[in-house]
């Protein structure tokens, strides 16, 4: 099946820093990368993705980027914001459009 | 239009019963996902129904667990003689499609289940 790491699993960065999340998965097959935000006891909620005929997708403050070759992505968070502060998670389709998920990423943006 | 909704949204039971968690997915999403989420960990696939073809259930951690889809509605995940070691969060997820490899799924707020 699909395995997709995620790392660091923890990062602590000062307001309006940058923050940087990196993945990597194993199924060169995989088309299609979400990554979701969860906020202590909330679902997790959809915020980019990217399909893997692009190399790079924006929205805000918020990028994606892809390495198809690498079989890695990357989700960039500029100008932090104490609202920022969740649990980032990664995933990767495989096989019919089951998702793997990383483990996720705690985010604490410090004011 | 409305979410994903789960109910019940807390269910507390004693080691050994059965429980049955239910979940309504967005109108018109043929896709149906379960997930489970342990304390402070990923999300790990449990099963996924598309359309009327026959379950993905690779995901069920033991024959303790099954789950129904009517139609493209309402789903319900089953889970018999719980143990401690199933206390997690339940979610479950729809999307529109599910078949195209490429396809935004919704999660439900889930459900907390306790095993005493």
């Known amino acids: 099946g699909e395995n997709v790491e995620q790392h660091p699993s923890t990062l602590s960065v000062q307001e309006g820093d940058s923050a940087v999340i990196k993945c990597t998965y194993s199924d060169s097959a995989s088309n299609y990368f979400p990554w979701y935000k969860q906020e202590l006891g909330k679902r997790p909620q959809l915020i980019i993705d990217?399909?893997?005929?692009?190399g790079e997708k924006k929205d805000q403050r918020i990028a994606v980027t892809l390495n198809k070759t690498a079989k890695h992505f990357s989700l960039h968070i500029t100008e932090t914001q104490p609202e920022d502060s969740a649990v980032y998670f990664c995933a990767a389709t495989y096989g019919n459009n089951r998702l793997a998920f990383g483990k996720g990423n705690q985010v604490v943006v410090i004011p | 239009g409305a979410g994903v909704s789960q109910s019940p949204s807390n269910k507390v039971t004693e080691k050994g019963k059965d429980v049955e968690l239910r979940c309504d997915p967005i109108s018109g999403h043929t896709a149906l996902y379960w997930y489970r989420q342990r304390l402070g960990q990923g999300l790990e696939f449990l099963i996924y129904?598309?359309?009327?073809?026959?379950?993905?259930k690779s995901g069920l951690p033991s024959d303790r667990f099954s789950a129904e889809r009517t139609g493209e509605s309402v789903s319900t995940l089953t889970i018999q003689r719980t143990q401690q070691e199933d206390s997690a969060v339940y979610l479950c997820?729809?999307?529109?499609?599910?078949?195209?490899?490429?396809?935004?799924?919704?999660f439900g707020p889930g459900t907390r289940l306790t095993v005493l």
């Open positions: 129904f598309q359309g009327n073809s026959a379950p993905d």
């Open positions: 997820a729809s999307s529109l499609r599910g078949s195209s490899g490429a396809d935004t799924q919704y």
């Open positions: 990217i399909r893997s005929n692009v």
